[in-house]
């Protein structure tokens, strides 16, 4: 099949085939083994075509990104409610672990500020979206109303939420549970068995503060 009968073929498709072989390529040797030329090539189509339609890696990345972050939003949003605070806090912080654990190339680039476009309105919706229900737990956990998008207030007790999350999820994707564990997967062994004690401890039950 020529470039120009791939291309025709994709259709109004084209630009998501572009997105789904960048994300595949992604997960599969990280964001440090992305090009523009591997994207086009796995989607079959011409190596001009990325540049064409997402005006340039940071463009297309930024594609990648918002999908990413849709899928997050999918398993936190899957998560059950328990209606207590702290658990629902600690269990949409499991999550969120869990799911950089399980795509860490994919989670490194939504973390990349460097590499995407941050002030993409696309972008900017998809992550808070993403995080909605983490937030409302936070803001419950802590007796403040839920953020808004178009009204952001800083609210300290909430970026430490959010930041102790991230900080686990980082050391959890850099390979740190193999200093605490000497088991054929570390990273398992840390999620399974050490990581609700440390949420626990951060966030715990009302009845269990002054335990």
């Not at 994207?39 to 990104?65: I, W």
């Not at 983490?134 to 109303?145: L, S, T, V």
């Not at 990581?195 to 269990?208: E, G, K, V």
Request: hydrophobic share 45%; proline share 7%; charged share 20%.
């Amino acid at each position: 099949m020529s470039v120009t009968a791939r291309e025709s073929y994709h259709h109004g498709d084209l630009k998501t085939a572009l997105i789904v072989a960048s994300e595949a390529i992604i997960r599969a040797e990280g964001v440090e083994g992305f090009t523009l030329r591997k994207a086009a090539k796995s989607a079959g189509v011409s190596p001009g075509a990325p540049s064409h339609h997402f005006n340039g890696t940071r463009g297309l990345l930024t594609a990648v990104a918002i999908r990413i972050f849709k899928q997050l939003g999918a398993e936190l949003d899957a998560l059950p409610s328990s209606g207590m605070p702290a658990q629902d806090l600690r269990t949409q912080a499991l999550g969120y672990v869990t799911f950089a654990a399980r795509n860490p190339g994919l989670f490194r680039l939504i973390c990349r500020v460097d590499l995407i476009d941050f002030k993409d309105a696309d972008l900017i919706q998809a992550s808070f979206e993403a995080l909605t229900h983490y937030a409302h737990a936070a803001a419950a956990y802590f007796g403040h109303e839920p953020p808004n998008l178009h009204h952001r207030v800083f609210r300290p007790h909430m970026a430490s939420a959010m930041a102790t999350a991230h900080g686990l999820a980082h050391m959890v994707i850099e390979g740190r549970p193999a200093l605490l564990f000497d088991t054929p997967d570390p990273i398992s062994t840390f999620i399974e068995t050490a990581l609700p004690s440390i949420l626990l401890a951060t966030w715990p039950d009302p009845t269990s503060i002054d335990a």
